[in-house]
């Protein structure tokens, strides 16, 4: 099925590419199997958002994206093809939802590359929605998986935006992984939930409000 963007380019899917806070009381249990190679970072937030659903910790969905349907082809009665279709508007970011009482806002995004993120994997409407959900008191974030090096970061959205004014003052056009290591925080992937990004919010929250 071909999928256009409200601008009619083509869509292309991404690539296999201090108060004390009260704690989530999630238990970490470290993975022995190999059941999750081969998953993508939105299949293992999915299952981390389930998780912590389940066990009333969070509410957090993938945001829903409204699609016109321009062109249906029926081969049989019974059945129905969609064949071509827009996104209605332009997306945002992958997830929102409640976590204690805080608004969170966040875009998932994979690179191969073992020493940088390529900020052309983000758009300019992505950049000025976290900004407008920051304006808002609420927490905006990235997560980024490394899958070459099976990493995970949760990226606060000022190192986003810092690098992002980098690159349109005609500076560099992607983040160093030193960049990640060092103002990032990195998630070490469990088994239930797979990527607790929870934990790293807790410390964002904190650091944010003992400036």
Do not use: C
Not at 80 to 94: H, L
Not at 102 to 123: C, G, M, Q, R
């Amino acid at each position: 099925m071909l999928i256009h963007y409200p601008n009619g380019k083509p869509y292309r899917p991404k690539s296999n590419e201090i108060p004390k806070i009260k704690h989530t009381g999630i238990k970490r249990e470290k993975d022995v199997s190999f059941s999750n190679r081969g998953k993508t970072l939105e299949d293992e937030i999915n299952e981390t958002n389930s998780y912590y659903l389940n066990h009333q910790i969070a509410i957090i969905h993938k945001k829903p994206v409204p699609v016109q349907i321009v062109k249906v082809e029926y081969p049989s009665r019974s059945a129905a093809v969609i064949r071509e279709a827009y996104f209605r508007t332009p997306s945002t970011t992958d997830y929102n939802g409640v976590w204690n009482g805080y608004y969170i806002d966040f875009e998932a995004k994979e690179t191969e590359s073992k020493t940088s993120f390529p900020l052309k994997n983000v758009h300019q409407h992505q950049v000025t929605h976290m900004e407008m959900v920051t304006n808002q008191k609420g927490i905006a974030f990235t997560i980024v998986r490394f899958s070459s090096l099976d990493r995970y970061f949760v990226v606060p959205f000022s190192v986003l935006q810092e690098a992002w004014t980098v690159m349109e003052n005609g500076g560099r056009k992607s983040i160093p992984l030193t960049i990640f290591e060092s103002k990032a925080y990195e998630i070490q992937p469990g088994y239930n939930p797979r990527i607790d990004y929870l934990s790293a919010i807790e410390k964002i929250i904190v650091n944010e409000e003992e400036r």
